[in-house]
């Protein structure tokens, strides 16, 4: 059980705190005024903008798909695969509908590659479980 709890705080919520620490760190946050930024807490040292823009992506969607792991792919049921193949398409075609103004935002080829990077990692990281349930 306390192996379970690890990995969970390793798999999920590390990469949900690190995004945001990294995000409020060199991004900002705007509480209740757009003109009032309570952060960046630094200005300097500059990150790579790949840093400043897309791992904050990356690791929320790695935490989004490893969640449905622990919810779902312990059984390896059809919900599993329903729900882990509609996360990484939605989050494929929010990021393409950015592009045509469908929806607001900025559309970043590297945000996409943030997904695919994150997706990969997941697969190889819980490979052995997933294959070990087919």
């Not at 705007?30 to 897309?54: E, M, R, T």
């Not at 929806?103 to 990969?120: K, P, R």
């Amino acid at each position: 059980m306390f192996r379970s709890y690890n990995r969970i705080i390793l798999h999920i919520g590390a990469p949900i705190i690190l995004g945001v620490i990294v995000y409020a760190m060199w991004r900002g946050i705007y509480l209740i005024d757009p003109a009032q930024n309570y952060f960046p807490i630094l200005d300097s040292p500059h990150p790579p903008g790949w840093v400043k823009y897309n791992l904050p992506d990356g690791l929320w969607f790695y935490a989004l798909l490893t969640s449905l792991y622990f919810i779902w792919g312990k059984t390896y049921s059809r919900h599993f695969v329903s729900w882990l193949l509609l996360s990484i398409v939605m989050s494929l075609l929010l990021e393409v509908s950015q592009s045509y103004r469908f929806i607001q935002g900025t559309f970043d080829w590297n945000d996409l590659l943030a997904y695919v990077i994150a997706a990969i990692i997941f697969f190889i990281n819980f490979y052995k479980q997933l294959y070990s349930k087919l």
